[in-house]
């Protein structure tokens, strides 16, 4: 838990460093999957989940705060996500920006009744900003998260295709 916390006062301190630059905010969708890795005393087995969720953001020339509301029948999670965009001072500002980030979040999973149901996460992503219009871009990314609090739920990784829409 002392993890988390830190973890989490990082990512807010992130927040508030961040407002000084010119913002552009955003609301979006996310399609997302996770393969997550579940531990025993004999094997390690995978189980895939796949998820649709609602994003909000701000954006600016060097950072970027996403926070996502995601789900299905069995898994829920709320995340929050902070991203540097990066190669921008090679490239100006090209249709196609990489990024790299930390995210940390939370985790509510009914597969298993034997189960604690409630857990964290974080870990680290990377993808790809394509900006299809002035006001649209589609996100491309790959996480890998580590799971605390929820055994006996290890990892989860994967990849998402999100939609954005700046206002």
């Not at 609301?27 to 997302?32: E, F, S």
């Not at 920006?97 to 996460?121: I, K, M, Q, W």
């Amino acid at each position: 838990m002392l993890r988390f916390t830190l973890l989490f006062t990082f990512l807010c301190t992130f927040l508030s460093a961040q407002q000084e630059s010119e913002q552009f905010p955003f609301i979006g969708a996310t399609l997302a999957t996770h393969s997550i890795d579940v531990k025993s005393l004999d094997r390690t087995s995978s189980q895939n989940e796949t998820l649709v969720g609602f994003r909000y953001g701000k954006q600016t020339m060097d950072w970027r705060t996403v926070f996502t509301l995601s789900g299905n029948n069995d898994l829920q999670t709320f995340a929050i996500e902070i991203d540097k965009i990066l190669l921008d001072e090679l490239f100006e500002t090209p249709k196609l920006r990489p990024y790299l980030g930390a995210t940390v979040g939370y985790l509510h999973y009914d597969e298993d009744a034997s189960l604690d149901n409630d857990g964290v996460y974080y870990g680290g992503n990377f993808g790809f900003l394509i900006y299809a219009t002035a006001t649209i871009d589609v996100d491309l990314s790959y996480h890998y998260y580590k799971v605390s609090g929820l055994d006996p739920l290890d990892t989860m990784q994967g990849a998402s295709l999100s939609l954005h829409y700046f206002f």
